[in-house]
């Protein structure tokens, strides 16, 4: 794990423009945002969210799409937009095909969903997600988010 901060300080301090991130390294990245919980290593977290955010900005194989929605949730809980780019990013790296935008939308709020449900403690309460969690036992979350998106 030091190795894999280490990598993510170098990358998020760097500006050369031709710094690339091998998918090992990205793909790590984004497990650990998604598995680390929102109240453990806050300077860790930071350099991830930033490393994350750096790559995908210059990523040709990624591209991530916000709507309104997406930066109103992240004003009430701003770690939430680096889960919701990781969860696209994520889907986007292992489809090897051409996908909709909705599709890696969809990923990415299941994303925000299922970190939402493990760090409730940690983050502001978002009556969106928790509308989301109520559709998602339902098992109508995929229909109401497909919908959304237009």
């Known amino acids: 794990m030091a190795f894999m901060f280490i990598a993510w300080a170098s990358f998020a301090q760097s500006v ?3 710094a690339q991130a091998t998918y090992d390294e990205i793909l790590a990245c984004i497990d650990w945002l998604q598995e680390t919980g929102i109240d453990e290593s806050y300077e860790a977290r930071k350099t991830a969210n930033a490393y994350l955010l750096q790559w995908v900005s210059r990523s040709p ?4 799409e916000l ?3 997406i930066v109103d949730l992240a004003q009430r809980n701003p ?3 680096a889960i919701y780019i990781a969860g696209w990013a994520e889907f986007a790296l292992s489809s090897q095909r051409e996908y909709p935008s909705v599709e890696g939308h969809i990923k990415g709020m299941e994303a ?3 970190f939402y449900k493990d760090n ?3 983050l502001n ?6 509308k989301l969690i109520k559709q998602e036992k339902k098992g109508t979350m995929y229909k109401a988010l497909r919908k959304a998106w237009g």
């Open 16 to 18: 050369s423009g031709d």
């Open 61 to 64: 194989e990624v591209q991530v």
């Open 67 to 69: 709507h309104v929605d």
């Open 79 to 81: 770690d939430l937009l």
């Open 112 to 114: 925000v969903v299922r």
């Open 120 to 122: 409730r403690e940690g």
């Open 125 to 130: 309460r978002d009556r969106f997600i928790e």
